[in-house]
């Protein structure tokens, strides 16, 4: 049975142009235009994941709100922003309010059915007993690779599915210096090096939000990042 996805976007071209691609790859789409429009269906029937842009028609965070309430209603719904505001300030918003993703408009149709695969493969994992060889343990991070969760002294740090994959490569091999283009290949993202540092520094603002303290990823200029030894 097709995975059912809801993309709220309030410009009716972006809108049908979604619908179109996503249901080419097997997917079951529905658009919606608006904020209460998308409410009013969620109320009847829960999709198996969310698509919202942030911006839609008069509310201006119109899809910050759904978001917030989504994440009430459903604390495993996967919820993916496709916006064009793709600010530090914008992407950091969303992903407090809880949303599993956050990706600009300009992202490939390849990455964007990337993200939608990995958000639902998370969702079956939940519902899966914890595989011991799928845990990776560094002091105190625990990364549980099936779930893609990870916690830090107990606390679950809020990553995108690009930044778990790059934590993933770091942890995987501490002490390991992983050039960009390592990080970019297993994130599976084509974006410049401005953009690796950008995830790089939203990676450590949610672990320092959590720990002052934390300096366990380093910066080795010209080269890469590496995870310090615990």
């Known amino acids: 049975m097709p995975r059912h996805i809801a993309i709220v976007e309030d410009e009716p071209l972006i809108r049908a142009n979604y619908v179109e ?3 080419r790859l097997g997917f079951e789409v529905r658009g919606y235009a608006s904020r209460p429009e998308a409410q009013t269906a969620f109320a009847q029937r829960l999709p198996d994941l969310v698509i919202i842009d942030v911006g839609l028609g008069d509310e201006l965070e119109g899809g910050f709100e759904l978001c917030r309430t989504l994440r009430a209603q459903a604390a495993t719904l996967p919820i993916l922003f496709l916006t064009a505001r793709d600010s530090d300030f914008d992407v950091i918003s969303g992903l407090r309010l809880g949303a599993d993703d956050y990706l600009a408009k300009d992202v490939s149709l390849h990455q964007l059915a990337a993200r939608i695969h990995a958000l639902l493969r998370r969702v079956d994992a939940l519902r899966q007993p914890v595989s011991a060889d799928s845990v990776i343990e560094q002091g105190p991070l625990k990364l549980e690779t099936e779930r893609m969760r ?3 002294n107990g606390v679950d740090v809020p990553l995108t599915v ?7 490569t770091l942890v995987r091999f501490p002490g390991h210096v ?3 283009d390592q ?3 297993d ?5 410049d090096d401005a953009t690796i540092t950008s995830h790089i520094k939203r990676i450590r603002k ?7 303290a934390f ?3 380093d910066t080795v200029h010209g080269a890469g990042y590496r995870w310090r030894n615990p």
Do not use: G, N, P, Y
């Not at 994130?187 to 974006?191: C, L, M, R, S």
């Not at 949610?206 to 002052?212: C, E, H, Q, S, W």
């Open 206 to 212: 949610k672990f320092i939000a959590i720990d002052r």
């Open 215 to 217: 300096d366990a990823i």
């Open 21 to 23: 691609a996503l249901t």
């Open 183 to 185: 990080l970019m290949r």
């Open 162 to 168: 690009t930044e778990f994959w790059m934590v993933h």
């Open 150 to 152: 990870v916690s830090w």
């Open 178 to 180: 992983k050039s960009r």
């Open 187 to 191: 994130a599976q993202v084509v974006v």
